[in-house]
């Protein structure tokens, strides 16, 4: 299975952020996963590819061709693929993948996130979608879920497109264990 992981570019969060990060991509590669990811040598995403690196695992970092200058790139990505825009970036991306997993990130994870989120909704994929919620990060984002339903916004099941998970292991659990989910969520 190709899982693609958004996460944040920042080197300047608590640690434990970081050693998610890692530890997901480790076990992630431990169970012959491959990660495609937004190539970026630092941060969330520096640490996930770290972590499958450190146990043989493939990865394809996918990137807008103006990150390309040193230090911005992950040196050790199997295969790096250079597009011409942030657009581009994500479509690349969401083609390759069998999976999603949104680990914690700024205002672009969370634009990756809502994209990923709205197609599935929309019906153009069924692929499953989760979210490490390392450190409750995710939990602002579970209760305004659940205030849109409340309010009538979205339905349970738009809500309920993405799954929530503390353990990387977990995550990983659920996203293997997911079915193509389009007929469920077409009438959404």
């Known amino acids: 299975m190709e899982i693609c992981v ?26 012959g996963h491959g990660l495609t990811f937004g190539g970026g040598d630092r941060g969330i995403m520096g640490a996930a590819a770290r972590g499958a690196v ?29 597009t011409d825009t942030m657009r581009e970036r994500k479509l690349r991306m969401e083609e390759r993948a069998d ?49 849109a339903v409340g309010e009538g916004f979205m339905t349970r099941a738009a809500a309920g497109m993405a799954g929530f998970f503390d353990d990387p292991a977990d995550l990983l659990d659920y996203l293997e264990s997911a079915s193509d989910d389009r007929r469920i969520l077409k009438d959404i």
Do not use: M
Not at 8 to 20: F, G
Not at 103 to 125: M, N, S
């Open 99 to 147: 999976a999603f997993a949104a680990l914690p990130g700024g205002v672009g994870t969370l634009d990756e996130l809502f994209e990923i989120l709205t197609l599935k909704q929309l019906g153009v994929h069924g692929k499953p979608v989760a979210l490490l919620n390392t450190a409750g990060y995710y939990e602002p984002l579970r209760l305004l879920l659940e205030h």
């Open 54 to 82: 450190s146990e043989g695992g493939r990865i394809t970092g996918v990137s807008p061709s103006f990150f390309h200058v040193d230090g911005v790139l992950y040196p050790e990505c199997d295969e790096l693929i250079l």
């Open 6 to 31: 958004y996460g944040a570019s920042s080197a300047s969060l608590r640690q434990e952020y970081y050693d998610a990060a890692f530890a997901f991509g480790a076990e992630l590669a431990r169970r």
